[in-house]
């Protein structure tokens, strides 16, 4: 009877789960939703920004990202933004920095603890990095796409650092 139970309470579970993640997606609005409402508006400088950072041109998303943050220092997404520019233009202690910052703000950002990690792997700080899986281990309740990715780029570092 005990068996049937918890049988039935997990399958409830995942049920409810199933049909509240994509509320719960949604809601958050992509890998960790806009800091600020000005962040919604598609021609908003963190817009651009965000398409500049697409189209791999770090220089000008720098640029645009540091007024975004003229206007809101608290702009968690623009400082994720703005270490993953400095970390593309190999600038690691700006990069560093600037995901640390994301992370006083908003200490579970995904996107910040991701490309921290990936830094980390960058730097040859293997261990630093996967504090920050772990992390996300705790921070992402059904895993999540940046769990994955930086969970993906720890294996593909091993691979290429052992023996």
Same mark, same amino acid.
């Given at each position: 009877?005990?068996?049937?139970?918890?049988?039935?309470?997990?399958?409830?579970?995942?049920?409810?789960?199933?049909?509240?993640?994509?509320?719960?997606?949604?809601?958050?609005?992509?890998?960790?939703?806009?800091?600020?409402?000005?962040?919604?508006?598609?021609? !908003?400088?963190? &817009?651009? &920004?965000?398409?500049?950072?697409?189209?791999?041109?770090?220089? =000008?998303?720098?640029?645009?990202?540091?007024?975004?943050? =003229?206007?809101?220092?608290?702009? &968690?997404? &623009?400082?994720?933004?703005?270490?993953?520019?400095?970390?593309?233009?190999?600038?690691?202690? %700006?990069?560093?920095?600037?995901?640390?910052?994301?992370?006083?703000? @908003?200490?579970?950002?995904?996107?910040?603890?991701?490309?921290?990690?990936?830094?980390?792997?960058?730097?040859? %700080?293997?261990? @630093?990095?996967?504090?920050?899986?772990?992390?996300?281990?705790?921070?992402?309740?059904? !895993?999540?796409?940046?769990?994955?990715?930086? @969970? @993906?780029?720890?294996?593909?570092? %091993?691979? !290429?650092?052992?023996?």
């Amino acid at each position: 009877m005990l068996f049937y139970l918890n049988t039935r309470l997990v399958a409830a579970a995942f049920a409810a789960a199933l049909v509240l993640a994509p509320v719960a997606v949604l809601a958050v609005g992509g890998s960790d939703g806009p800091s600020s409402p000005s962040a919604t508006a598609k021609d !908003s400088p963190y &817009a651009i &920004a965000e398409k500049a950072i697409q189209a791999k041109d770090y220089k =000008r998303a720098i640029a645009i990202l540091e007024d975004v943050l =003229r206007d809101d220092p608290k702009h &968690a997404d &623009a400082l994720n933004y703005l270490g993953y520019g400095h970390r593309q233009l190999g600038d690691f202690d %700006k990069a560093l920095a600037f995901y640390n910052r994301a992370l006083e703000i @908003k200490p579970d950002h995904r996107g910040a603890h991701e490309y921290l990690g990936e830094l980390y792997l960058q730097m040859g %700080k293997l261990e @630093k990095a996967e504090e920050h899986l772990a992390r996300l281990d705790k921070i992402c309740f059904f !895993s999540c796409e940046e769990f994955s990715e930086l @969970k @993906k780029a720890i294996q593909t570092y %091993k691979a !290429s650092h052992s023996g």
